[in-house]
């Protein structure tokens, strides 16, 4: 007796499909699970047992072999769980085998027959719709983030025998319905506003081009001057995420397993920002299957770290790379996985130990050789990469005491689409000039044929910062700055 039903595994952030084929014969009992499966799958055929005992089924005393095609590919993880348990009650004729070659199954089981979430349904549905299978039958609690897919049909079960019903045709499972409209007009609401910060106008200004223009930014002041409190708000002036960047984006927080339960769609730009405790590992991603780090958490949105001298040396220089080239790739022996990882930088530091040298409030004790010092913990090639340094004072108490709100994020927000929306249109057509696309907040060389290694990094970064900061001048109906000499930077 064979069956065979359709499940999915995932693959770095994309999913594929695993056909799971169950073969039940005659002999010793056994339960052998093929196709390279690992801990959580071949602990998977104890809970088989005992969820098909406790809801009423028969588990056969035979020799049952069940494969994962493709084998050459490690399968990890519980979701085959339910497949599995599927398979097993086709193959004994106690469900019908009639809609199992246009169902995709996935989900966890409890010992008590009960299915539960799994990691990865947003990739899941997307290879389903890939593969042009009728409908995905997931765990109810996975509905809201893989029902964002159209074209396929996301169903929902609760347990193994609302599964085996729908299976035989005697009931209908929930069907996942999302309005993508009405989830992006209320999950794109901000916490958090610019004109809550008192003073700053300069740090405001400057954090404004950082977003019209993808820079990566360092914000140097004593401790209380406001530089986590401005770097929060960063994700609030960014332009709105597209369609795209949030199912990219929560493809890689399905996979990570951080995205809450019941949440559909990633649709705010994500601010991550570690401890500076945190290891490289943790930081671009590791393990012994690859999981996505704080930097792929962070793609299409804001990567924040405070206290960066903090940090322990050989984490900063791993950012190196990722900076560059928008993406990560962990390679281990057996596999080579490539994340996402296209993200603004901000970081933080006082300017020395004691965080008062040139505070005008306090006396700094640290001496020149510790100031010295402590700012070398940061090195050159990663300094080089983050376009701009920004000096954060202390915000005088009559600032503070200051009963009127600032500017909000919104109207920033407004003048930063804009500015890019202008960016795009002007630069199209000069060769060897980099603007930034609504895709990501890497620059992008707009002209035919250039290369974006052509000419230094540091060129690149003024061409881009003069252009942007004459737009946003002209945008706000503020002076404009002269352009650079030719050769420097973007000739008008």
Not at 313 to 323: G, S
């Amino acid at each position: 007796m064979l069956a065979r039903v359709r499940s999915a595994a995932v693959f770095g952030i994309d999913a594929y499909l695993v056909d799971v084929e169950t073969d039940i014969a005659n002999g010793i009992p056994t339960f052998a699970t093929v196709g390279l499966p690992q801990g959580a799958v071949k602990e998977g055929r104890e809970r088989v047992y005992a969820a098909l005992a406790n809801t009423g089924f028969t588990f056969p005393l035979k020799r049952i072999t069940v494969n994962l095609a493709p084998a050459d590919i490690r399968k990890d993880g519980s979701a085959f769980d339910l497949p599995i348990a599927v398979g097993i009650l086709a193959a004994t004729e106690q469900i019908s085998p009639e809609r199992l070659g246009r169902v995709a199954v996935l989900g966890e089981l409890g010992l008590e027959g009960a299915i539960r979430p799994v990691r990865g349904a947003l990739p899941v549905a997307l290879a389903t719709r890939a593969a042009g299978l009728e409908a995905l039958v997931l765990p109810r609690e996975n509905l809201p983030e893989a029902g964002v897919v159209s074209g396929v049909r996301v169903l929902g079960a609760g347990n193994l025998a609302e599964l085996a019903d729908f299976l035989d045709g005697k009931a209908e499972l929930t069907e996942a319905s999302v309005d993508l409209t009405a989830l992006f007009a209320e999950r794109t609401r901000d916490d958090v506003d610019f004109a809550e910060v008192k003073g700053q106008a300069h740090a405001k200004r400057a954090l404004e081009v950082a977003a019209a223009g993808g820079h990566n930014i360092l914000m140097i002041g004593p401790p209380g001057s406001g530089k986590t409190m401005l770097a929060r708000r960063i994700p609030t002036i960014l332009p709105k995420m597209s369609l795209e960047e949030a199912l990219e984006t929560t493809k890689i927080h399905s996979v990570a397993g951080v995205l809450p339960l019941g949440e559909s769609l990633v649709a705010r730009r994500p601010f991550r920002a570690p401890h500076h405790t945190i290891s490289d590992a943790g930081l671009i991603g590791g393990g012994s299957y690859p999981r996505p780090g704080e930097v792929s958490l962070a793609h299409s949105g804001v990567l924040f770290l405070d206290e960066l001298p903090e940090f322990r040396k050989n984490v900063l220089e791993v950012l190196r790379q990722p900076m560059e080239d928008g993406v990560v790739t962990i390679a281990r022996a057996v596999m080579s996985l490539t994340y996402p990882a296209r993200f603004m930088l901000a970081a933080a530091m006082n300017p020395c130990p004691c965080g008062y040298f040139g505070d005008t409030q306090h006396n700094c004790v640290c001496g020149p050789l510790g100031v010295e010092r402590y700012l070398a913990r940061v090195s050159g090639p990663l300094l080089d990469r983050i376009d701009l340094h920004l000096e954060v004072p202390a915000v005088k108490y009559r600032a503070l005491a200051d009963q009127g709100g600032g500017e909000p994020s919104e109207a920033v927000r407004e003048r930063v689409d804009r500015a890019r929306a202008v960016q795009r249109e002007r630069f199209t057509t000069r060769p060897g000039v980099y603007a930034v696309t609504d895709r990501d907040h890497t620059p992008r060389a707009l002209g035919a044929g250039v290369s974006p290694h052509s000419q230094d990094r540091a060129h690149h970064r003024r061409s881009r910062g003069s252009g942007l900061a004459r737009i946003a001048a002209r945008e706000r109906g503020d002076p404009v700055p002269q352009p650079r000499p030719p050769g420097i930077g973007v000739r008008e």
